[in-house]
């Protein structure tokens, strides 16, 4: 195994990505790609697959991968250009490039391409190369397994749960969602920062709740808040401003900022107030818009007005017994996909800087693992 330094132009050639206002966008096969991300789909491709793409403008610092033909937005860089090099593997070298540093201070902020090919950095062999893009993959392709089948679960509790509605008769009652579940709000956390010597938690705002995680930049509060206000996997959360979003939480402990409730109950099934609530998010959603002057949001009275139908004891237990197991195994996957995350965040660099060598790493036990996960 053998590395050489060099620069990141002598591996990739960046280049910027294409013009594609969204009215000539046709919904297609080819996925277009901007700073952020993937954000629809074309009729046709500006870039011939293997492909990365990254940040120009707006979203620095991100890095995706597309194995197919797609159309990179001017907000991006890309490349197709691998000079002799594994694409994949170059997409995980882009991933530890310190791309702040090649970041002009203005009020967009943007790359130079010419700025950031004369960054320096270190590349092993292509067989090397190879294995690390392999390590590296296989955790990614579990967690896009893990959410794939997440996505596939949710469509099937949602199916059950319209079934269930088909069976209402004389029998159910009728409640409001503050009759089954309690929505507590969360603190202002900056009044709560960690007291000197205390770690503390990261605190759990619309953000977090967004991209299910906190991240390093993540504020703090103080680990002894009310547990009321302390968010664990598998506790049901609602943003109810700005962004509604209703997520089962599995970013690990956590405070609850403001603007968000945490959901409990001690009578019924969490399958059973998430479904619920869920089933009037459209409506709230509508409220909110029209509160819209600042910040969109509903009011607690929007909770109270809305009209839940409950089963008999007898059918709400048979209910659980078919779509509480959904549920737990949509978190319990969530759970996987944060610790899959981690461990490649781990091994990232240390593979990239050769501090752990790759030829040490079985990867049919790492792929055993993974599927013991």
Known sequence: MSWKQTTLGEIVNLKRGFDLPASKRIEGPYPIYSSS???????EAAANGPCVITGRYGTIGQVFFSDKSCWPLNTSLYSTDFKGNDPRFVYYLLKTIPWQEYTTASAV???????????PVCVPDYRTQTAIASVLGALDEQIVVNTKLNGYLEELFDSYFKQSLNMVDETWDTAS???IADYKNGLAMQKFRPNIGDKGLPVLKIRELGQESCGK???RCRSDIDESVTVHDGDLVFSWSGTLLLRFWAGGDAGLNQHLFKVTSGVYPSWFYYAWTKHHL?????????????????????????EVLLPPKEKLAMQTKCMQPIIDQVIANKIEIRKLAALRDTLLPKLMSGEIDVSKIDLTQLNSHLCDC
């Open 109 to 119: 902020p943007g790359v130079n391409r010419n700025h950031v090919h004369l960054c």
């Open 177 to 179: 969602l503050l009759d």
């Open 282 to 306: 459209a409506r709230f959603t509508m409220l909110a818009k029209d509160r819209a002057t600042t910040m969109g949001h509903i009011k607690r009275s929007a909770l109270e007005e809305s």
């Open 217 to 219: 930049d993540a504020e």
């Open 37 to 43: 991300g993937q954000t629809g789909t074309h009729s």
